[in-house]
């Protein structure tokens, strides 16, 4: 189940990286498995 507070899209095509002390909240959650697709989904693009 995700838990994000309203429908929501995650856009990976636009991927950067910022310090952790830049974010200043969480606006939800994903679940393992949607996390696990993105992360197999990433690693083939990017062959890692």
């Known amino acids: 189940m995700i838990k994000l ?3 929501s899209t995650i856009y ?7 310090d ?7 606006i939800g959650h994903i679940s393992k498995d949607l ?3 993105i ?6 693009l990017f062959t890692l």
């Open 5 to 7: 507070k309203a429908n």
């Open 39 to 44: 992360t197999t989904k990433m690693r083939n």
């Open 20 to 26: 952790k002390n830049l974010v200043i909240g969480e």
């Open 35 to 37: 996390k696990l697709e």
């Open 12 to 18: 990976l095509h636009k991927i950067a990286t910022i």
